[in-house]
């Protein structure tokens, strides 16, 4: 597949792009690329496009500006290939609540526009998930562990699963692509134990040594490990100046299970979080999909062939869904 290949799948299989529809592509100048290709599919598809480039935000989860939060709400349609995530994001949120149909490409390449995770069949992607989405509801709680170490209690309470498809024709539909994931916010406080992260971290990359987390309460208490470890450190140590309670930004925000069988770690959080096999643990903001926490920071750690259930239960063993 090529650039274009990817775009095209983008606006026609994925958000099932109409004649006439306000198709928004947003980004930043650090993806132009990409957004051109994206807003050649939407006019190739008779779309009302329109594109709109903002000044990059500086991490995962910062608002846009008021104008482009208040723009967004008018589309039927928005793309945003962003140096950044506005996955979690109130702005994001707000256009959803107004009907639009969103996907969120944060750090996509070139090259993952016509590979990896973006050349799945995402039909067959959508019964991945609904198939685990059904077996997921039947825990409320989960033990995660790995043999390296990951050994973590996490409650879900009656917090809702989310499906992360790739196909997003619904009014109101909102999902990142490539997609693949079934995902939750964990009930705030209630999550203890170790994680250890071996795969990647978002806005750190490949891990150089597994990131050990001790996690108490809910909140990551200690992190430790390699370079990679310090890095994520001072990422959350300077994001701590710009809360009025510096702990949420290391509030337990999401468990999540990669689905999509083209996927592959590759250091990018965007794909890495659907590899088949892994299952991801977010870190601060979750107020935008189910959560209470609002942080301005939202951060994944993937785990590979964790075995995931509860009492004499499994959900996952050695990475496979059952």
């Known amino acids: 597949m090529t650039l274009m290949d990817g775009a095209k799948t983008t606006m026609r299989v994925c958000l099932g792009v109409k004649r006439g529809e306000r198709v928004l592509v947003l980004t930043d100048n650090t993806r132009q690329p990409i957004a051109d290709a994206l807003y050649r599919a939407a006019v190739d598809l008779n779309a009302d496009a329109m594109m709109m480039v903002m000044l990059p935000r500086t991490r995962h989860g910062e608002e846009p500006a008021d104008p482009v939060s208040h723009f967004m709400r008018s589309m039927d349609v928005i793309v945003a290939p962003t140096e950044y995530s ?49 077996k997921a509801l039947k825990f409320k709680e989960v033990d995660v562990r790995t043999e390296l170490g990951t050994d973590l209690h996490i409650v879900f309470g009656r917090r809702k699963w989310i499906e992360d498809t790739g196909v997003l024709h619904r009014r109101g539909s909102f999902g990142n692509l490539p997609a693949g994931e079934l995902f939750i916010a964990p009930m705030e406080g209630k999550t203890n134990g170790t994680l250890v992260v071996d795969g990647s971290f978002g806005g750190i990359g490949k891990v150089d040594r597994p990131i050990r987390i001790k996690v108490e309460d809910g909140f990551a208490e200690k992190i430790t490990g390699g370079k990679s470890a310090k890095k994520l450190r001072d990422v959350l140590k300077k994001h701590e100046k710009l809360l009025d309670d510096p702990k949420m930004a290391y509030n337990i925000a999401e468990f999540g299970i990669g689905l999509n069988p083209k996927a592959k770690i590759i250091g990018n959080p965007l794909e890495d979080e659907k590899v088949m096999g892994t299952i991801h643990v977010a870190i601060g903001d979750n107020s935008t999909f189910g959560g209470k926490v609002k942080a301005g920071i939202h951060m994944d750690g993937i785990v590979s062939s964790p075995n995931v259930g509860y009492d004499d239960k499994m959900l996952i063993v050695n990475g496979a869904v059952k």
Request: charged share 30%; proline share 2%; aromatic share 2%.
């Open 86 to 134: 506005i996955s979690h994001t109130q702005a994001r949120k707000k256009a959803n609540d107004s009907g639009a149909r969103i996907a969120t490409m944060p750090t996509i390449t070139e090259e993952m526009m016509g590979k990896g995770g973006m050349t799945a069949d995402f039909k067959e992607v959508r019964k991945a998930v609904g198939k685990a989405h059904r």
